[in-house]
């Protein structure tokens, strides 16, 4: 194995030990040095401890590191459901056999993954593209630093005493000479006090813009799983193709800190990174895909015209629309708690809060698959997490793989028929009050960080009353359009809605699965219909009279 660790030895520092106690000895002294531990590769067979209690014994000091377990061929045949269960409950990220030659590539691209979702969610940046300025409990500079962190941009944030931060506001003109905060600065736009989040995304996320009369044979509204599978076949099957979304691309999605059950990614793979390699993948085909310009309204129109698309800064048409806008988290209705939104209370994973909550006691309220995701990722940080259900259990909401995972993690809890109820603390949350709704009883608990993960809300505000909706604020498609709404007695198409020209997809459809992978199918299956649309409105050509020779 030295051989092939040599490979690693330029960007890391790569320690040997052979046994339990020796390698626990190794990860404190390093520990103690402040040195950060990306990975632990650990062989089956030790000489003093079964393989998976080596593993387990320095996870527990190194609780952000990747854990991959070696084994040799013969070791995987007698071992091989061993090794299954290893990693459905959440103890190793990957088991790989030992490499037999110089080239072993799938071993590679397997530890490669590991470190690059390690430096991403766990390490500091090690290039920086955008510095942030701002004194501790900036609920601004949160919610920026999360809106990076979607976008895969990397950023690092600098109390204003410091000699970086200090750099940077040299050059700030302070409105009405005083400092207000965030100040964030980058080396495409140098300082700027206070941005929106809509500024950001125009100036971070650089792409040409459109011609202000450039017509589109497809728009699609939300930039989810949906919108970017509608993007990548929309604009690879030559439509021009638009996307435009109200925050970070990924959508809902994008702030999972890792997706276990997607097809094809055995290891999983965070929302982020499959947004991003999403857009990289609509973008190279054409499309234009725009962060954190939301629609604010929509003008449908009839017998094929254009629709047009209300944005804050212009109008955009299309011939055909995508509505894949997908739900926005619930909100919790405490008013206490709503003043802490920010400063300790999240909602959504907020995957970037996660390392501020190092060894402390966290929250997650919500008993679906982004809750469970983020209540495995927070408790490589925390010193514990408590996911907070008013379902007795999590058996109705949450998929299996993950309900193994969270009860094989000595760091998660769950507490069933309860629901938080107050909040409080000086700067920033300290404790919430939770109660028991079996019994009524109240009591108060420390906590650093409450992640509210609360069901869905369908984002509609912005379409109008020709889109059908159900009783639930979804949009209806299909079969399940009113039949007044039908035409000659049929139907739309399947994922039609009530007006020609427009398709739904993804989580804001009324009747769909609330899955990853369906919403991108969801997304991918609308392009047909699209075409379809586009084909039945194509002007017709008359045949020319000819003049006889």
């Known amino acids: 194995m030295q051989h092939e660790f040599n490979r690693y030895a330029d960007d890391y520092r790569v320690e040997f030990a052979r046994g339990l106690g020796p390698a626990m000895a190794l990860v404190q002294s390093l520990l103690a040095q402040h040195v950060e531990i990306a990975l632990f590769a650990v062989e089956f067979s030790q000489p003093d401890a079964p393989g998976l209690i ?5 996870h527990a000091v190194s609780s952000t590191s990747r854990r991959v377990m070696l084994y040799g061929w013969g070791e995987f045949k007698v071992n091989r459901e061993t090794f299954r269960e290893a990693q459905s409950e959440g103890r190793i990220e990957a088991a790989l056999a030992v490499p ?9 691209t397997a530890i490669t993954e590991l470190l690059s979702d390690w430096a991403w969610s766990s390490s500091k940046p090690v290039i920086e593209a955008v510095q942030i300025v701002s004194p501790p409990g900036n609920a601004a500079a949160g919610r920026i630093r999360d809106f990076l962190d979607r976008l895969g941009i990397p950023a690092r944030s600098y109390e204003p005493e410091t000699p970086v931060a200090e750099q940077i506001l040299e050059d700030v003109e302070w409105p009405d000479r005083v400092p207000t905060y965030p100040v964030v600065s980058t080396q495409l736009t140098g300082p700027m ?10 100036r971070l996320y650089a792409m040409d813009d459109f011609d202000e009369g450039e017509i589109f044979d497809l728009a699609v509204v939300g930039a989810g799983p949906a919108g970017l599978a509608a993007a990548v076949y929309g604009a690879s099957e030559g439509l021009a193709t638009v996307v435009f979304d109200s925050e970070a691309i990924g959508g809902q999605a994008g702030t999972s800190s890792m997706i276990r059950n997607y097809l094809g990614f055995p290891r999983g793979i965070s929302g982020m990174r499959l947004a991003q390699r999403a857009r990289t993948q609509a973008s ?3 499309a234009k895909l725009y962060s954190a310009r939301p629609v604010e309204g929509v003008e449908f129109a009839t017998d094929g015209g254009l629709h047009t698309l209300r ?5 955009v048409q299309a011939r055909a629309l995508i509505i894949a806008t997908g739900v926005a988290y619930r909100r919790l209705g405490v008013e206490r708690i709503e003043d802490f939104v920010g400063l300790g209370v999240h909602y959504g994973a907020a995957t970037s809060a996660a390392r501020e909550c190092q060894g402390k006691d966290v929250i997650v309220v919500g008993g679906g698959n982004s809750a469970g995701q983020a209540a495995v990722h927070l408790s490589r940080f925390a010193r514990s997490v408590k996911i907070v259900v008013r379902r007795p259990d999590l058996s109705e909401t949450m998929s299996d793989y993950l309900i193994r995972e969270i009860e094989a993690n000595p760091r998660i809890g769950v507490k069933g028929c309860a629901e938080i109820v107050d909040a409080g603390g000086s700067n920033k949350l300290e404790w919430v009050t939770l109660r028991d709704n079996e019994t009524g009883a ?3 608990k420390s906590c650093a960080g409450l992640f509210l993960l609360l069901g869905a809300l369908p984002s509609c505000d912005w379409l109008t009353d020709d889109v059908a909706l159900d009783d639930k604020g979804f949009v209806l498609t299909g079969r399940d359009v009113p039949m007044e709404s039908w ?6 198409e399947p994922l039609g809605t009530t007006v020609p020209g427009v398709f739904a997809a993804g989580d804001i459809r009324s009747g769909s699965m609330k899955r990853v992978a369906s919403a991108s199918g969801e997304g991918a299956a609308a392009i047909p219909s699209v075409h379809a649309y586009l084909a039945s409105i194509a002007p017709r050509v008359e045949p020319m009279d000819v003049a006889p020779a």
Not at 194 to 202: D, H, K, N, T
């Open 54 to 58: 080596t593993m387990d014994c320095l």
């Open 100 to 108: 037999r030659g110089e080239r072993d590539e799938e071993f590679h």
């Open 193 to 202: 006090v206070q941005p929106e989040i809509a500024e950001l995304g125009r």
């Open 284 to 286: 190279r085909f054409g």
């Open 311 to 315: 944005l804050a800064d212009r109008d």
């Open 442 to 444: 109240e009591f108060q």
């Open 487 to 492: 035409v000659d007695g049929c139907p739309p």
